[in-house]
């Protein structure tokens, strides 16, 4: 499956933003689906994933509570909604997608086979 990121850009803090994670080539429906951000000069980290048919979820500490990651899978498409950002989650992000088999989500980047390209939020201050 190949995987499209967008949605990025400059947001002020406490502001929001909609990333979205185009998927093609195979059924989307069978993947697990992650977010996972990188900021300048550290390492990737988790951010949050959702199950095949969207109805588990799971987000890191971080952003719980001001993040939301859904899907539709009748448009191949995954979604994180940012709200109440902070200048702390500059970041590029990254969706990923695996075909989990057994497991209804997956926090682990290291699992995941299939990544898109990132795209960059950064938040003002």
């Known amino acids: 499956v190949q995987l499209q990121a967008s949605g990025g850009g400059l947001v002020q803090a406490g502001g929001s933003l909609r990333l979205s994670c185009a998927a093609s080539g195979r059924t989307f429906s069978n993947y697990v689906m992650g977010w996972f951000r990188q900021a300048p000069g550290k390492e990737r980290e988790f951010v949050a994933t959702?199950?095949?048919?969207?109805?588990?979820?799971y987000y890191a500490d971080s952003v719980k509570g001001r993040f939301v990651i859904s899907r539709d899978n009748a448009k191949n498409t995954g979604y994180l909604q940012m709200n109440s950002l902070k200048p702390e989650d500059t970041a590029v992000y990254y969706c990923a997608a695996d075909i989990g088999l057994g497991a209804r989500f997956i926090t682990t980047q290291a699992r995941y086979d299939y990544w898109g390209q990132g795209t960059l939020v950064t938040v003002s201050s």
């Open positions: 959702i199950s095949k048919g969207g109805g588990n979820t």
